[in-house]
């Protein structure tokens, strides 16, 4: 979210300098994406996937409605807003489903703990380089080892996928 600024014109050029608004509303999404994620392979678990995709739809055709209306006041940043909206109510929707379902049991969100955590970190440290305004490539490296030497430190689960990654070929 820090960097898009100046992200996406070292990527696509300086005509993209104007799209780093609805980047950084769309990055929200991440947060939403996780407990989603998770929420969704609950409720496979459970036999409850037609319920989970009759929400999905029902987010789809709640985002479409959204654009209609956002997107003629705020262009990209509208269409970026009906995103993130239409994946809350589809969490809040999920969620309560789970909750229905699993009878009071706690939602397994506590896997992210780790996650949230690390993310902090790097926020943080992100925040700092901006602040000694050093080069975009150099914020999103030093951004990207706070996050894994985090998930290291806190011995997150995380690390075990990561370190499989790296001994995949190319």
Do not use: C, W
């Not at 939602?107 to 000694?132: D, H, N, Q, Y």
């Amino acid at each position: 979210i820090l960097v898009a600024p100046n992200l996406l014109p070292l990527i696509f050029g300086e005509e993209y300098r104007a799209a780093a608004t609805p980047f950084r509303i769309l990055l929200i999404m991440l947060v939403l994406f996780g407990p989603s994620m998770i929420l969704d392979r609950v409720l496979f678990t459970l036999g409850k996937q037609k319920q989970s995709f009759y929400y999905m739809a029902f987010a789809a055709l709640l985002n479409i409605i959204l654009n209609l209306i956002l997107i003629p006041y705020f262009r990209g940043s509208g269409a970026a807003m009906a995103t993130i909206i239409s994946q809350a109510v589809n969490l809040f929707l999920l969620t309560r489903l789970a909750s229905i379902h699993l009878h009071g049991q706690p939602i397994p969100f506590f896997s992210l703990t780790k996650t949230i955590l690390a993310l902090g970190m790097m926020t943080i440290l992100v925040a700092l380089a901006l602040l000694f305004q050093l080069h975009v490539l150099l914020i999103i490296t030093v951004g990207g080892i706070a996050y894994i030497m985090t998930l290291i430190l806190l011995r997150a689960s995380q690390i075990h996928d990561i370190v499989e990654l790296t001994k995949r070929p190319l």
